[in-house]
């Protein structure tokens, strides 16, 4: 648990994008709801996951979203010593459990809620719980989330461990631009 963490955004109606962080060995979910998708919002957000996630986080995964990679956001993960692994352009399928945990947002929560309502921030969070705690994953042959993290939680690393694994030397600011990135590469390793 931790060691990969897929973290994505999605458009739910006028105004209102979904953060998603889901990880990937239990399947362990934080939702929050904002008014627009910017380093801001990812900033409060991954404030929001390291708090709630009941493990130490690793490694964040995500698309190429022009909000993961502020240098604001890319700054913050290094200071809490988590890593930022963006994926190839046009591959979802890389952050398929994220896709996918979105996919069933769609389908079981917001097919049944008001989007208008003023407490739908606190029905998401009662739907955040209910699918960590409550609801049967077919991934975990009919466990919840918590309870393939109480089946692994002698084997995840605590936040020290972690922590000493982290190398900041070896984290380099990531661009959105992937052409961009691949060419910064092959210029440092001729250095």
């Not at 290094?78 to 046009?90: H, Q, S």
């Not at 705690?133 to 084997?155: D, I, V």
């Not at 052409?179 to 001729?190: H, M, Q, T």
Request: include cysteine; glycine fraction near 4%; charged fraction near 30%.
């Amino acid at each position: 648990p931790g060691d990969r963490v897929q973290m994505d955004t999605c458009k739910i109606g006028p105004g209102l994008y979904q953060y998603t962080s889901v990880d990937d060995c239990t399947r362990y979910r934080v939702l929050r709801l904002y008014s627009r998708r910017t380093a801001a919002s990812t900033l409060d957000f991954i404030d929001c996951v390291i708090e709630e996630m009941p493990f130490p986080i690793q490694r964040f995964q995500t698309d190429r979203g022009r909000e993961f990679f502020a240098v604001k956001v890319q700054e913050r993960l290094k200071e809490y010593g988590i890593k930022f692994r963006p994926n190839k352009p046009a591959s979802p399928h890389l952050n398929g459990k994220v896709e996918r945990s979105q996919k069933t947002d769609k389908a079981e929560f917001y097919a049944t809620v008001d989007l208008s309502v003023d407490d739908l921030k606190e029905l998401l969070a009662e739907w955040q719980h209910y699918y960590n705690w409550e609801r049967s994953h077919s991934a975990h042959n009919g466990k919840t989330p918590m309870e393939r993290y109480f089946e692994l939680a002698e084997q995840t690393p605590y936040s020290d461990a972690v922590h000493a694994n982290y190398q900041p030397s070896e984290e380099h600011m990531q661009e959105q631009n992937y052409k961009l990135e691949l060419e910064l590469r092959k210029l440092k390793r001729c250095l």
